[in-house]
C-alpha cells in the first residue's frame, strides 16, 4: 500500500559491448566519466502532506495521511461517508481551525511552506488556497457585489474601473459572464442552483488564489447544471491546482487526473486517474470503485 504518489522513470540497462576492440565510442565515454542519469528530476508538488493526523476532541479522523499533489493537475479524493475526505480538504486552508476541538498535526507544505506553522497568516492563506463548499452559499448582494466582495476587504484594486474588470475577469473564468452581464445588480439569490455555484466559483477566483478546493460541488445540481461545473473544472486546471471531493465515482474518472482512495480516516491507495479505476493495486480499491461497498 501506498499513501505517497510520486512519478518514477526506471533507467535503462545498458549492454556491454562483445569485446574492448569494438567498443562504440560512446562506451568510451561512459568508461571514462560516470554514466549520465536517465531520471528527469521531479518537479516539487504544489501541496506535500507528511503523516496528518487529525482530530476532533479526543477522536481521531485521519490517520498519518502522507500525499503529494502536483501543480495544474485536478486531484479526487473519494471514499464512503466518514471516511474523511473532507476532513483532508478542509486542513490544506485551516478551515477546521473554525471547529471548536479540532487540530491537526503533522505537516502540509505548500510552495515547501509549512501552513500548519503557527506564524502562517491565515487570512492570507486562505486567499492563496480558495474554497467551493457543497451548498452554494452565495451572500443576500447583488451578483457584482458578490464577486467584488474579496476584491474590497482585501484592498486588492486600486480604482473602480479595475474592480470592474476584475468581477468581469472572474465571471467569465466561471462561465457565467454571458449570463449576467446584463443583470449584474440583481441579488445572487434569485439566480439558479448551478449559476449560484458557478457564481460562488467565479467569488473564489477573483481574489486570484493558487489553489482551489471544492467540497462535492455539484451533489446539489441538476445533471445539466453538473456538466457545466465538470467542464469549468477542466477548463480551470491549466490555471489552477484542483483538489475535490466527490461521492460519485463517474465525475472522478471524467474531471480528475489523479484519484486518492480514503477509507476510515486512512488513505488507502492514490494514482493516476485511469489505473485506479481500471488496475487499483489495492483489493480495497477494487471494491469500492466496483460497487461492492460505499
Known amino acids: 500500500m ?5 512519478y518514477s522513470m526506471q533507467p535503462q540497462a545498458f549492454a556491454s559491448a562483445p569485446t574492448p576492440a569494438v567498443r562504440p565510442p560512446e562506451a568510451e565515454a561512459r568508461s571514462t566519466s560516470p554514466e549520465p542519469s536517465l531520471k528527469n528530476p521531479e518537479p516539487s508538488p504544489k501541496i506535500d502532506v507528511k503523516d496528518v493526523r487529525a482530530y476532533y476532541g479526543t477522536n481521531r479522523v485521519l490517520n498519518n495521511i502522507t500525499l503529494a499533489i502536483r501543480t495544474n493537475e485536478v486531484t479526487a479524493l473519494i471514499g464512503p461517508s466518514g471516511c474523511g475526505k473532507s476532513t483532508f480538504l478542509r486542513s490544506l486552508n485551516r478551515m477546521n481551525d ?6 491537526v ?6 510552495d515547501n511552506q509549512d501552513i500548519l506553522a503557527p506564524s502562517v497568516d491565515v487570512v492570507d492563506l486562505r486567499r492563496r488556497v480558495g474554497m467551493v463548499f457543497q451548498k452554494s452559499n452565495p451572500f443576500p448582494k447583488s451578483i457584482f457585489d458578490n464577486v467584488a466582495f474579496g476584491l474590497r476587504i482585501n484592498r486588492m484594486t486600486r480604482s473602480r474601473e479595475e474592480l470592474r474588470g476584475r468581477v468581469e475577469q472572474s465571471l467569465k473564468a466561471a462561465a457565467l459572464w454571458d449570463e449576467v452581464r446584463d443583470r449584474l445588480q440583481m441579488s445572487a439569490l ?3 442552483g448551478g449559476q449560484q455555484q458557478r457564481l460562488c466559483i467565479a467569488r473564489a477566483l ?3 488564489p493558487e489553489i482551489v478546493l471544492m467540497d462535492e460541488p455539484a451533489s446539489a445540481l441538476d445533471p445539466i447544471a453538473t456538466q457545466r461545473i465538470e467542464e469549468l473544472i477542466y477548463d480551470l486546471k491549466s490555471r489552477y491546482t484542483i483538489v475535490i471531493v466527490t461521492h460519485n465515482m463517474q465525475q472522478a474518472a471524467r474531471v480528475s487526473d489523479v484519484t ?3 477509507w476510515l480516516g486512512s488513505l488507502v491507495e492514490c494514482g493516476r486517474t485511469d489505473q ?3 488496475a487499483p493495486s489495492q483489493k480495497l480499491t477494487e471494491d ?4 461492492r461497498f460505499g
Not at 473554525?98 to 487540530?103: C, T
Not at 498535526?105 to 505548500?110: A, R, S, V
Request: proline letters at 3%.
Open 260 to 262: 486518492a482512495f480514503f
Open 276 to 278: 485506479i479505476f481500471t
Open 98 to 103: 473554525v471547529v471548536p476541538g479540532a487540530r
Open 288 to 291: 469500492y470503485v466496483t460497487g
Open 2 to 6: 501506498t499513501n505517497d504518489y510520486r
Open 190 to 192: 434569485s439566480l439558479s
Open 105 to 110: 498535526e503533522g505537516t502540509i507544505l505548500i
Open 206 to 208: 477573483a481574489v486570484e
